[in-house]
């Protein structure tokens, strides 16, 4: 919102943010401007920016520059959707009505956009700008190297990576150009800097005291003009990870029973569940997945599913027809970190069973602290107690291994 100068108030811009069905708290900034917003044609520019904090977490922000000034920003907003909109539109200082003289000639305002430049097709190189070109010389390398700030190559020193095509546009150019270099067509290159050895961490002093610390890599590129001038850009910070994740107490559920004890056993043929913990300290997690099969390795059952890198806890209750009375099943849990590293186990397995216990092999005995005589009346298996408060029973253990 963009708001001139009054007799009672300053020139400002309102800077805010909404989310859709009010699912967080708005935000919002006041700048105070220097000028007149409303006396001359200005340049305002809204950046929408995504950075990647870890692995998994992306910060969203949108920035406000005013002829290419920095003024505000907000972060923690929400994604864009597909239909957002630029509407312009323009009301009155709290919404004061002027006098009608005319009703003819009512009083009338309008703004306008005088040029409109949106972001281009995500396909498009060079998508946030102009692709570089050095003018009157031609590049004729590209340099890269690795450091541990931006623009240093403290870690790997520049080494050549790419040699260009030369276009035969420039005078100085004209001896070594190439006829089929087309000068006016932007070209992608690849940088690829091999043969590193880079740490995963660092050692830092704080307070006297030595903390190993994540490490940090910048990927720094130059280009190299004719002239011997060179241009330089650095790349996002760069975490490194050797470690696949970790995946710790792996186990089936029956969830008709319970959601969280283990069990080899399962009274139910429609359904498999799984419960696992997965974490990964250095890149985080960002993809699990799971498969069901009839052996250990196999997936002949169910082929590997995603289910995001937050779940711990899955089950697929299709299953009804594929599944056998007494016939053991196996999960093997797939999970792979921000660094693309992969690490797989398979559980125990799980054997449906939906025949009841074998009791037969089971003696059981009934005991009493105050025996009586027997009565003529009663059968031989029976025995007569004569304390009606205590009664005891004792069975042998039944010889079935589905018995927990």
Known sequence: QIHPETANSFSYIGLWCRFANGTESEEGEVVKLDFDPSAAWHKYTIQFMEEKIFATKVDRSVRLLIDGKFKAALTGIPTLSSTTKLILSTWNKNDWI???????????????????????????????????????????????????????????????????????????????????????QTYLHQVHVAGLNLSPSVTAQYNGTNTTLQAVYYLTVRAVAGSGRVAIASSNGVYIDVTPPVIENLFHVDLSWSRDEPTNYQGDNTTISVYWEAYDKESEVVECQWAVGTSPGKTDIQNFTSVGPEENLVFNDNLEGNLSNRQTYYVIVRVINGAGLVNERTTRGVTVLLDPPNTSSSNTTISCEESQEGNSTLTNDVDLCGDQDKIGITWTRVQDDSVN
Do not use: M, W
């Open 98 to 184: 002027p006098e009608l003289a005319d009703p003819f000639e009512p009083p009338t305002t309008s703004a306008s956009f005088r040029s409109v430049s949106l972001i281009p097709d995500y396909s498009r190189l060079c998508l946030y700008g102009t692709s570089f070109r050095n003018g009157d010389h031609a590049i004729v390398r590209f340099e890269a190297g690795v450091g541990s700030a931006k623009l240093l190559d403290d870690v790997a020193p520049f080494r050549e990576v790419v040699k260009p095509c030369i276009p035969c546009s420039g005078q100085c150019d004209v001896l070594g150009c190439d006829h089929d270099c087309d000068a006016d």
